[in-house]
Each structure stands twice: as C-alpha cells, then as structure tokens.
C-alpha cells in the first residue's frame, strides 16, 4: 500500500517525467495577493504568471500546494469533522501549463495518472463538464472512453473558474471517485450531498481573458491550472473511505485517542478528526509566521485553536492535549516540510499556553451555554444575545458556539447575533471617535470575518495596510 508521502512523489515525479518544473510549495500566507487570506490552491502562486506579469523559465510546472480554506471565500472550517472529505489544511497536488498544452493533453495526463500509473479501476470514474464544454466532452470521450452516462454536464459556478471579475477564466472538468453504493450520496451537481461521489480532481482550462467584467475573449494561448487533494486521492488508494483514515490521519486519530482513553472510530469520532486536522491547520500556519491574535489571519487561527479545545473538552480531558499530538505530525510530516521542524519547539509552547489560557473560560461558557440551551425545546433555536455574550464574554468564536449547537440538533439565531455584534460596533465606534485609526482596522476585520466575506480585501483598503 502507498503511503501518503509516497503518492506525493508518485505525483511530482510523474509530472517530471513529462516535462513539468517541480516547484516548491509556497507559503500559507500569500506573498503576492494580497486580496486572499490565505493561499487556498495551487495556481495562486502563478496568478501573475496566468495573467502574464510575471515570467518563469519554464512552460510547466508540477507542485504540492498547502493549503487552508478557513475563511473568505472558500471555508471549509464547519464541514471538518462531518465529512469524510474536508479539511482546514491539505495539499493539493497540481499540474500547470503557461501557455503550453491544453484540454487535450490535460485529461490524458490525468487520466493516464489515474488509471494506469494509480491503477484506479475506470468503471469507477467519473467526469464533468461545464454545461456547453462540447471539447471537454467529446475528449472525455475519445481520450479516456468514457461511456456518455458516466460525463456529467454542469452549469454554474462550480464548474466554471474565474480569477476575478477580471483576468482569466474557463471551464472546468472535475473528476470523481464513486466509492459505490453503500455510501450515501447523489451523483455530482445533485443537490444530495453525500459523499458517495467525491470529487478527486479538478481541471481548469483558462480559456478566455475578460479585460472588462462580463466580456470574454479566447486566449491566443490557453493555460492549464489542476488541483487534486493529496488527502482524497490517498484515501482511495489506500481503500479507504474517509480521508481521515489514510496513514497520516488516522496516527493523529490514533494518537489523540490514546491520550484521551477515547475510541477514534465510536460516537465521539468527529472530535478526533477535529483535533487532526486542526493541530495541522494551527502547526503549518505557524510555520508560515501566522500567530492566534484577534484580529485577521491570527483570529482565523485562534477560531481553528479554540475550535479544536472545545473538542478536546468534548472528550473529557481538561488539560491541554493539543500539544502532546505535535511530536506525531512532525514525525509524520516533517521529512517533506522541514519547517515543522524548525517551529516545533513554538508550537507546542504556543499551544500549551493558549490552551492553558482558554480552558477557564471555556470551562464557565459552556456552563452558561448548556444553562442555556437547557431553557430550550429539543431542536431550538438559541437566541443571538447568548451567542454573542459567549463571544464577548468568555472568548467563544461564533462557530464554536454553532458546532456545539450542532452536536445537539439545536440552531443559533444568525439575526439575532448580527444585530448584537452591530450594536456593539456602534458603541464602539462611538467611543472610539476622534482616536485614530488602529481601532477601526480591528472593528474591519471584525466585520469581514463574522460577515464571511466572499472575498478578503481587507489589505485593499489604506487604513488596514499597517497590518502587512
Ligand atoms: P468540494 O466540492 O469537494 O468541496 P472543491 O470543488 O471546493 O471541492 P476545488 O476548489 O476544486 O475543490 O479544489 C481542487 C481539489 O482540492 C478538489 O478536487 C479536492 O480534491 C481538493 N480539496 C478541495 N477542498 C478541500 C478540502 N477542504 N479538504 C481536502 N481537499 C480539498
Ligand atoms: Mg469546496
Ligand atoms: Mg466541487
Ligand atoms: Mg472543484
């Protein structure tokens, strides 16, 4: 069986041999955008090389992408630990062309991969196509001989990229895994979601450049941008289900049930996949100098931290855990990123002391939450006044407070918790009139992260650029 770390070789050397540069991931934080919080796929660090801004010595590149999707417009932080497939931190694997090959050679390298170097059996493939891709469905076709009942063709945005309102754009063409029909879960672009059908890989093919917002025009030279998840790939080579069972995460799985006397597989099997993938997320933000502040990209991470503890707590350990599991990733990842060895020592410091600090007031607001939801009828909603004294008050991020309500059937007055937040704002903003501008970075930053802004363009406006 092919352990993680050797599928992404297995990954990067295939695209070698095919003539594609291997280039380094780049950091979490990214270098050269600063519109995105964080880096979130593995074409972002050729954004400018799409648009033609920048130039490389090669047509062709091959990379493992880490990545985080725990805000702005792709966030996946309430899906962990629910599905077999989500996580805050992965890799993502990709294969690039700048201008070189196209449609074409792109699903043959990826089918090729798939099906004869992977050896994945075909019948168990599936493709899309944006709804009017004729190419791609006819290549789907032709290059790998899918029968037609096995090409989905799918409109919206899923299945059509755009970098922006500007700049290049095109269809995509995904690939899925039919992991069969024990599993619940519709077929891709229904609206069932299950997991029966997970998607392993998605081909875009920038096709078009819109100089305005809603004109398109071909590319002279049309560009490849792919991305397959490392952990989603593992999971079916390894004839597994669950990302969370492939080699790396279930010795975090296995690792965190030892050190809490709880089973990883029975009732309490979210929390330990939220502890895997958030101890994860929290050690590769670190490496790449993000610190749990509250504010921005610190308060993205300290949200991913806290979520975490109150799992750890779940599980019935109160004293922090997060940072005993530190030695067990690093031994697991390490060899590939070096930088967790570099910040190990300040990881496990940070996590320790952040939990330490936290376990008081998590302690007392899930005491007052669980006051509360007591008052409630089975399935009710919490009025948005609590949630908002429980992020006020004792620290509770919005989303923990949601995902214990979750656990428990119940639901969180969204309204309700706006308007006490809003209130809050103008009081604030009251106060602190006439003061400067720092504070009002801060209240920024506040409202993009609770609003679950489409995009981070926090870095955009002149008043929040002291924080670069
Ligand atoms: P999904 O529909 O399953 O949420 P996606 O369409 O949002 O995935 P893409 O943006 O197309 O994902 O990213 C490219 C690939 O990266 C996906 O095909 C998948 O293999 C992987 N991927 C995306 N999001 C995650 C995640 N949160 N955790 C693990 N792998 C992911
Ligand atoms: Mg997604
Ligand atoms: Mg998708
Ligand atoms: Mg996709």
């Not at 309102?165 to 690939?175: K, L, Q, V």
């Not at 599993?183 to 819109?210: A, C, H, K, T």
């Not at 604030?428 to 992260?449: C, I, L, N, P």
Request: charged fraction near 25%; include cysteine; charge should be negative.
């Amino acid at each position: 069986m092919l352990t993680t770390n050797e599928i992404r070789r297995q990954f990067l050397d295939y695209f070698h041999r095919h003539d594609h540069e291997i280039v380094s991931s780049s950091p979490l934080v990214p270098r050269n955008d600063p519109t995105l919080l964080f880096t979130n796929a593995g074409m972002v660090q050729f954004k400018n090389v799409f648009t033609g801004h920048e130039h490389v010595p090669y047509n062709r590149a091959v990379t493992s992408q880490k990545c985080v999707r725990a805000g702005g417009k792709h966030n996946d932080l309430e899906n962990v630990g629910y599905t077999a497939r989500h996580h805050t931190f992965f890799e993502m694997l990709g294969n690039f062309s700048f201008g070189d090959y196209f449609k074409e050679r792109a699903i043959e390298l990826a089918w090729k991969l798939v099906t004869e170097e992977f050896g994945l059996p075909r019948e168990r493939l599936l493709a899309t196509v944006y709804v009017d891709d004729d190419d791609a469905y006819n290549l789907w076709r032709k290059v790998a001989g899918l029968p037609e009942d096995r090409i989905l063709r799918i409109s919206g945005s899923d299945n059509f990229w755009a970098m922006g309102d500007t700049g290049p754009c095109g269809p995509c063409s995904e690939i899925f895994y039919d992991h069969g029909p024990e599993v619940p879960g519709g077929p891709p672009g229904s609206d069932d979601e299950g997991d029966r059908f997970i998607e392993i890989w998605n081909l875009v093919f920038m096709q078009y450049d819109q100089p305005e917002p809603g004109q398109k025009v071909e590319l002279p030279r049309p560009s490849i941008d792919t991305g397959m998840g490392l952990e989603r790939i593992a999971a079916v080579l390894q004839g597994k289900h669950d990302n969370y069972d492939i080699d790396l995460l279930r010795g975090l799985m296995e690792a965190s049930a030892d050190l809490s006397g709880v089973s990883p597989d029975g009732e309490y099997r979210p929390s330990h996949k939220v502890i895997a993938d958030h101890l994860r997320a929290t050690a590769f933000l670190m490496a790449d100098g993000v610190m749990p502040s509250n504010e921005g990209r610190g308060y993205v991470l300290r949200r991913i931290m806290r979520r975490a503890m109150r799992h750890v707590h779940k599980l019935g350990v109160r004293e922090p855990m997060m940072h005993k599991l530190v030695p067990q990733l690093v031994s697991a990842m390490g060899d590939h990123f070096t930088e967790l060895r570099r910040v190990e020592a300040l990881v496990t410091e940070t996590l320790k002391m952040e939990e330490g600090r936290f376990q008081g007031t998590l302690e007392r607001g899930l005491k007052m939450l669980s006051d509360e939801t007591a008052k409630l009828p089975d399935g009710g909603t919490l009025p948005g006044e609590v949630a908002f004294k429980l992020y006020d008050t004792y620290g509770f991020p919005v989303d923990l407070t949601r995902d214990i309500l979750r656990g428990e059937g119940m639901a969180l007055d969204e309204q309700g918790f706006h308007e006490a937040m809003e209130r809050q704002r103008a009081a604030a903003r009251k106060a602190w009139a006439g003061s400067g501008e720092a504070a009002w970075d801060t209240v920024w930053f506040d409202v993009r992260d609770e609003a679950g802004a489409t995009e981070f363009l926090g870095y955009e406006h002149d008043t929040a650029s002291a924080h670069i």
